[in-house]
Each structure stands twice: as C-alpha cells, then as structure tokens.
C-alpha cells in the first residue's frame, strides 16, 4: 500500500515537472504579447532598414514600368508618324525618328531602333523585306533570309499586303540594387502598323 501511494506521488511529481515548462513558455508569450511598453530606438533599429527598403523598391518598381510606358509610346509614335508618311524615307529622317524615340524616353542609357517595311507572299508564304534601317549597337538590319526570325511575331496578312515594324530597346539601370532580380536588363518593345496613306514607302539609299 505505502508502495502504491509513493508510486502515484512520483508520477503526480513528474507531471507536475512536465507541465512547469509548458506553463512558464506559455506565460511568457502571453505576457510578452499583450506588453504595450518598449524601446522606441531598438523598435525603431527594427523597423527602419524594412521601411527604407520597402520604399526604394515602391521607387525601384514604379521607375521601371513608367520607362516601359515611355518606351512603348516613343514606339507607337514612331510607327504612326511612318505610317502616314507619302514623301521617300532618307537616312536623316530615320535618324530624325531615332532623335525623337531618345527624347521620349528620356533616359541615360543605350537606345536602338529598327524600322523595317515588309511585304507578304501568299504563293511563297513568306515575307520579304522591301527596307529596314538600323540606329543604335542592339540591332542588325533585317533581310530576305533572316526575317522569318520573326514570323510568329507578325501578325496574318492579305497577299501582297505591306506592314512597317518597329522595334526599339532600352537598356535599362535601376536606380536602386533592391536585392532580386537583374539590376540590369533590356526594354524590348514590338509594334507593327500598315501604311495609312500610300501602300508603299520608298527608301531613298541606304538608310
């Protein structure tokens, strides 16, 4: 009898040692949790680092889609400014077109256009390139042999049917390294129109 009763006092006694820490952890989270007094400097060594970071990526993000913005509109621009055009293109008109996509995007970096003016072949299937002009280091000027590189990019045409395309890129720079992503990288923009006035743009040499 007595053994029996020493025994359910030791496993009272472990019990209680088992349950001690649960209790003492969980009073001190509770505590912890409903405290309303602190440190304004160790909070604010806190908060600080994650509140300049999460504005210098607010600036980051906003930057770089309001530099696609300005890249897609100098784009569009330059396409239907050639669209309507019924003089002959010169090379001083095409660079006339690069000076205006530099001034829309207004940006320190690197830009490059090409201007290419297509024809389709509905025999041949195919597209063949009546002119392309080039400014800038990014592109090389299309032709006959190299501009089905882009055929899932040009949209369906009637035979004989001519299209103008413009591509331009952007290298661009964020202004602050917010710690994902590529700090650098290129802005490409794709826009493609039909002549509005004539059906066929002559080139005068080479653009």
């Known amino acids: 009898m007595a053994s029996t009763n020493c025994m ?6 472990m019990n209680r040692l088992k349950r001690i820490p649960f209790k003492s952890v969980s009073g001190f989270f509770g505590r912890f949790f409903r405290k309303q007094d602190g440190v304004v400097s160790i909070e604010a060594i806190m908060v600080f680092p994650l509140l300049f970071w999460s504005m210098w990526t607010s600036y980051t993000y906003f930057d770089g889609y309001r530099q696609s913005a ?5 784009a569009y621009a330059i396409a239907d400014i050639l669209s ?31 201007i290419s003016f297509i024809r389709y072949d509905k025999p041949d299937d195919r597209h063949y ?23 899932d990019r040009i949209p369906v045409m009637a035979d004989n049917a001519s299209m103008i395309v413009v591509e331009t890129k952007d290298h661009y720079k964020r202004p602050f390294k917010i710690g994902f992503g590529d700090n650098d990288f290129a802005i490409d923009k794709f826009i493609f129109t039909q002549p509005r006035g004539y059906h066929n743009i002559n080139v005068s040499g080479d653009c």
């Open 8 to 13: 359910q006092q030791r496993c009272l006694s």
């Open 129 to 151: 390139v009546l002119w392309s002009c080039v400014r800038g280091d990014s592109f090389e000027k299309w032709n006959n042999g190299t501009i089905d590189q882009i055929w």
């Open 84 to 114: 309507r055009e019924k003089s002959t293109v010169t090379a001083q008109y095409v660079t006339t077109m690069y000076d205006l996509q530099k001034f829309m995007i207004a940006d320190r970096s690197a830009v490059s256009m090409r």
């Open 70 to 74: 300005r890249n897609l509109k100098a």
